[in-house]
């Protein structure tokens, strides 16, 4: 399956966005999806997972409660939604796939993702 990420853009602190995953060639059908995000001089982090096996969701500490993943019941595309976006917030934001089977803690590793969506650019600015 391939991925292409949207939704990224321009937005005031406290505003919202929402991102989203398509796949193509396949669904995302016995597959963990996760978001990741990169700003420029950091590493890539970890920003919410999702198994469609056992329909688990995790998310990193900075953005719980305030950020939700969901998935359309066709399997084809999955959802971040972003609220009160924050001035750490902002970078390029990625969906890739994993195995459905990784724990709350493995998701957070980037390495074990084997296909990545191009990005979409997320900032926040007043």
């Known amino acids: 399956v391939q991925l292409q990420a949207s939704g990224g853009g321009l937005v005031q602190p406290g505003g919202s966005l929402r991102l989203a995953c398509a796949a193509s060639g396949g669904t995302f059908d016995y597959y963990g999806i996760g978001w990741f995000r990169q700003a420029p001089g950091k590493e890539r982090e970890g920003v919410s997972f999702?198994?469609?096996?056992?329909?688990?969701?995790y998310y990193a500490n900075s953005v719980r409660g305030r950020f939700t993943i969901s998935i359309e019941k066709d399997k084809t595309m999955v959802y971040l939604q972003m609220n009160s976006l924050q001035p750490d917030d902002p970078g390029v934001y990625y969906c890739a796939t994993n195995s459905p089977y990784v724990d709350n803690t493995g998701w957070l590793n980037p390495l074990g993702y084997d296909q990545w969506g191009q990005g979409t650019q997320v900032t926040v600015s007043s």
């Open positions: 999702f198994s469609t096996t056992s329909g688990a969701s």
